[in-house]
């Protein structure tokens, strides 16, 4: 019977090797995939226990805070927004039963602590208990009010304003807003409301034609590329034939042998296209996505919340420069092209800053629970889609505009400044209610022209207005307001 | 060292490691050391040198590393059961004091142990009573679908725990008369080795026993574990595996007809194959057993660390946590090294039951100490394989570990009569106190 018994044993051992195997594989090889299992509430929970950091303003304006409830082992800490709506957008929310999102969700691993394998261990060890860092972000409280306020005048859309040297987010407004503090208790209506949306980040998602805006991407292409110079002459009737449809100017105006600064003044559509069909499908598109056209902008909130802007077909998918387009309105902002505040914003402020694009970045630096300063934003450069000759003669073009041609609205007495108004005819959208007169109203530009400190980017949607009559306003008080603080 | 003396000493590490778990739960909850915990420490150290001193006058010669390990799996379940909750801390202190009590008294009254071969079929009764006992109307309770309990005035007790240590004696006895008759009239029918079917009849019993579980006390891992206890000391007796593979084809046979057609079955089977399906209701358990192991990694988050509630609340996030989930709150709190060392426990105390069965000179002790070393070795591979998800979850206590009365008390009956089996044939193998360490290496 001896030679069972050993038998039997090597089964048991067998056996109890299986359990170590599985053992194993859940606690280590499979947790990470566990942990991300829509059931397992426990990752969230944990979260909830760990006294999540602040975020803060640029002034110190504390914008998200977390306060305990309960106490012992059930202790746990509920998110609070004193500000309420003010930073709906662009910081999001964070709740235990409704997750997170926006600058929240991507900065989580900060805001609640997460360290690497062996520092934790160590505190572990130490007994500490494990505790968010503070966020201070760039964002300018009274800037934001400024765009907000001015945004619930003129309806909804978004206002997104940088430092054109470094990137820095001042302003990322998005109208309407939400408290986020409402957020546990309205969580279905706010997400299923079908018109207003507003979870849904206008700043960085939404996806509107661009209007004449864009007419300064084609012309930074052209001087770029060689094709013109600021004293290339180009007539421009008042109206062309393209593609079978006529192109007009506002007015039918005439413009002949018009230089790129009483165009741009002008906002001269037939000029434009002209230039846009001399560039040709491969330098438009190729200065397009220099800019950030084409690509997910590199700004610090989820990738799912951040749009990307350029030529979509009417599946919704991005077109390239091998596919089919009608250039001359792809030159003057229409022909489905669909951009995002932050990417217009993106272009006004590597206009501003000598050619070269930032990366936008809202957070500034992190703060550890001792108040020691553990992380510091180092800007970085996306790109240099154009030289700083380029940028130095667009400047100069798009101060036209606004000193004399059709953004007078956003002077500033006293400070010189540059930018572009674009009104897209947006007739039969839906989001708008379906009328007829329904515009897109933007415009983009810096302040001051000759030292940039802002460059803003603002958009109405659904607006029977222009772009100087709506957006420019906006543009004006919210450069104002940054400028005043500075 | 004389066997008794290596016992002592390695019931100090024990008592320190209790001390030390304690310590560490306090600080947890209070951000302090207590002295408490020296004092919990000596408290449970006086009880273990209180048995220890019995065991040197009663069984001077028995193994001498079985009680200080079962001492080290009822630390590792006290600590986590107060971390849980002191009070049921309390009352299973209070069992493991009655369970030693109870060891003792087997210890005293049977000395003997030979004289549980008379009365075997009576022990083969009151086992099979005993299973039946929570179908029974006004002392039966239902638990989860199961009827695993009885419950008679403020008595209340899982009498499969006694019940297995029935049907390992009746195997054992039956086994070591009918072994020869087993192997020598077997007949060979299609090239398939059949046991005697005269000798057979009382196999059958067992079975339909196994089955009789699955059905009416709808209990699936009480029904594995004696069944494979069953195989197990049917293999050791005849060292035939074809009988073991007939066995085992009955059992999947009426196990998969049972599953087919028992509800509470089929579910326990349905939640094993795919726990995602319901993750909110009958999956529950299951998965937060395994999202609970998953928090744990390989350290484990520490004593105290583990959420077993939802914050805030008392819905529990570890269902069952003090019995059938506590080795997923193990997993979580100490990690796979702790796991790995709760398994290791269990292998060491396997590998010196089989032991003292390879050591015994007579059949009956040997099949005694196999069967009573194999039924502990797969209840512990029952609740393990369940919350793992090797087999299907069910509600078989993890043995010295889990809350629990009737089992802490029926499984220090079993180490008593391990060490029974254990002190006579160490004595007569000469490995025993009178004998140095030398011989005992051997063996």
Redesign the interface.
């Known amino acids: 019977m001896n030679r069972q018994i050993v038998k039997l044993f090597g089964l048991v051992v067998v056996l109890f090797a299986v359990l170590v195997g599985f053992t194993s594989y859940w606690a280590v090889f499979d947790a990470a995939s566990l942990k991300g299992k829509d059931a397992n509430k426990r990752p969230l929970l944990e979260q909830q226990q760990i006294k999540r950091g602040r975020i803060l303003a640029a002034d110190g304006t504390v914008i998200a805070r977390s306060v305990p409830k309960g106490h012992g082992s059930g202790l746990r800490y509920v998110r609070r927004y004193p500000e309420g709506s003010l930073y709906g957008h662009p910081i999001g929310y964070s709740f235990v039963q409704f997750g997170d999102s926006e600058f929240e969700q991507f900065h989580n691993d900060e805001l609640v602590g997460n360290e690497s394998e062996f520092s934790s261990i160590l505190d572990q060890l130490r007994g500490a208990k494990q505790e968010g860092n503070d966020v201070v972000t760039n964002l300018d409280p009274t800037a934001q009010a400024t765009a907000l306020e001015d945004l619930s005048e003129a309806g909804f859309g978004a206002v997104v304003a940088i430092e054109p040297q470094s990137g820095r987010v001042r302003v990322a407004a998005s109208n309407p807003p939400y408290d986020p503090n409402r957020v546990p208790y309205e969580y279905s209506k706010l997400s299923t409301n079908k018109i207003e949306t507003p979870l849904f980040n206008r700043a960085t998602q939404g996806q509107y034609p661009p209007g004449s805006t864009f007419k300064v991407v084609t012309a930074a292409a052209g001087l770029e590329s060689g094709v013109i110079t600021p004293e290339t002459p180009i007539d421009a009737p008042g109206s062309l034939e393209v593609e079978g449809t006529p192109l007009e100017n506002d007015f039918g105006l005439d413009f002949p042998g018009a230089t790129l600064d009483e165009a741009l003044t002008n906002s001269v559509n037939t000029w434009f296209g002209q230039l846009g069909q001399r560039l040709g499908n491969d330098t438009l598109f190729e200065y397009m996505e220099r800019f950030g056209f084409n690509s997910t902008p590199a700004i610090d909130l989820p990738a799912g919340e951040v749009s990307k802007s350029g030529v979509f077909n009417e599946e919704g998918e991005l077109l390239g420069a091998n596919d089919p387009v009608d250039l001359a309105r792809v030159a003057i902002g229409q022909e489905r092209l669909a951009v995002t505040p932050l990417q217009m914003a993106l272009v006004a402020a590597a206009i501003a800053n000598k050619g070269k694009e930032m990366k936008p970045q809202i957070w500034s630096r992190v703060v550890d629970p001792d108040g020691r300063v553990t992380k510091r934003l180092d800007p970085s450069q996306y790109s240099q889609p154009i030289s700083a000759e380029t940028a130095e003669e667009l400047t100069t073009a798009m101060e036209g505009v606004v000193s004399e041609g059709t953004g007078t609205n956003a002077e500033i007495p006293g400070v010189a400044v540059a930018g572009k108004t674009g009104t897209a005819e947006t007739p039969g959208n839906e989001a708008c209610g379906g009328g007829e007169e329904e515009n897109q109203a933007w415009f983009i530009g810096f302040a001051p022209a000759d030292d940039p400190k802002i460059a803003i980017a603002a958009t109405v949607e659904c607006t029977e207005e222009f772009g100087n009559d709506v957006a420019a306003p906006i543009f004006r008080d919210v450069a104002e307001t940054i400028l005043n603080g500075e | 060292m004389s066997a008794r003396n290596r016992e002592l000493f390695a019931l100090v590490p024990v008592a320190m490691l209790l001390t030390a778990g304690f310590a560490a739960v306090f600080?947890q909850e209070s951000?302090q050391l207590d002295n408490l915990s020296l004092i919990y420490g000596a408290y449970f150290f006086a009880v273990c040198l209180a048995t220890h001193i019995y065991l040197r006058m009663r069984l001077p010669d028995a193994d001498p590393y079985l009680f200080p390990l079962a001492a080290l799996l009822m630390a590792f379940g006290l600590v986590m059961i107060y971390r849980i909750d002191a009070d049921l801390a309390r009352d299973q202190a209070n069992w493991f004091v009655l369970g030693l009590v109870l060891f003792a008294l087997t210890i005293q009254f049977l000395r003997d142990y030979d004289v549980l071969e008379r009365y075997r079929y009576t022990i083969a009764v009151v086992g099979l009573l005993l299973l039946l006992a929570p179908r029974l109307p006004g002392i039966g309770e239902q638990v989860n679908g199961a009827y695993l309990g009885v419950k008679a005035g403020p008595l209340a007790f899982q009498p499969a725990e006694f019940s297995k240590i029935c049907l390992v004696v009746f195997l054992a006895s039956y086994l070591r008369e009918h072994r020869e008759v087993l192997i020598v009239g077997a007949r060979r029918v299609l090239g398939v080795t059949l046991p005697p079917l005269k000798h057979f009849g009382p196999m059958l019993v067992v079975w339909g026993a196994s089955m009789f579980m699955l059905v009416f006390i709808r209990d699936l891992g009480s029904s594995l574990m004696f069944f494979a206890a069953f195989l197990?000391l049917l293999?050791?007796?005849t060292?035939r595996f074809s009988f073991v593979v007939i066995g085992m084809a009955m059992f999947l046979v009426g196990a998969w007809f049972f599953a087919a057609t028992v509800p509470h079955v089929h579910d326990r089977v349905e939640i094993w194959l795919d726990p995602?399906a319901h993750?909110?209701a009958s999956?529950y358990q299951i998965?937060q057993s395994?999202?609970?192991?998953?928090?744990?990694?390989?350290?484990g988050?520490?004593f105290g660390q583990a959420?077993i509630?939802?914050?805030?609340?008392d819905n529990a996030?570890l269902p069952a946590a003090q019995t059938d989930t506590i080795y997923s709150l193990i997993?979580n709190e100490l990690?796979?090294f702790g796991?790995?060392a709760v398994?290791l426990t269990?292998?060491l105390i396997?590998?010196r039951g089989?032991k003292i069965?390879?050591l015994s000179a007579d059949?009956f002790s040997?099949?005694l100490a196999?069967g009573l070393t194999?039924v502990f070795?797969i209840q512990a591979?029952v609740i393990?394989?369940g919350v793992?998800?090797?087999i299907p979850l069910t509600g078989v206590t993890l043995p010295f570990i889990s809350y629990g009365g009737s089992s802490i008390v029926a499984n220090f009956v079993l180490l008593a009569l391990l060490l029974l089996v254990s002190d006579r044939a160490r004595r007569e193998a000469g490995v025993g106190a009178r004998s140095g360490d030398l011989v005992l290496g051997k063996t």
Not at chain 2, 290 to 299: E, K
Request: aromatic fraction near 12%; include cysteine; charged fraction near 5%.
């Open positions: 600080a951000s197990a293999y050791v007796a060292g995602y993750p909110q999956g998965l395994i999202f609970s192991q998953a928090d744990g990694g390989l350290f988050k520490g959420l509630t939802v914050p805030g609340t996030l997993v990690g796979l796991a790995c398994i269990y292998l396997a590998a089989f069965a390879l059949g040997k099949l196999t194999a070795s591979f393990i394989g793992t998800r090797v």
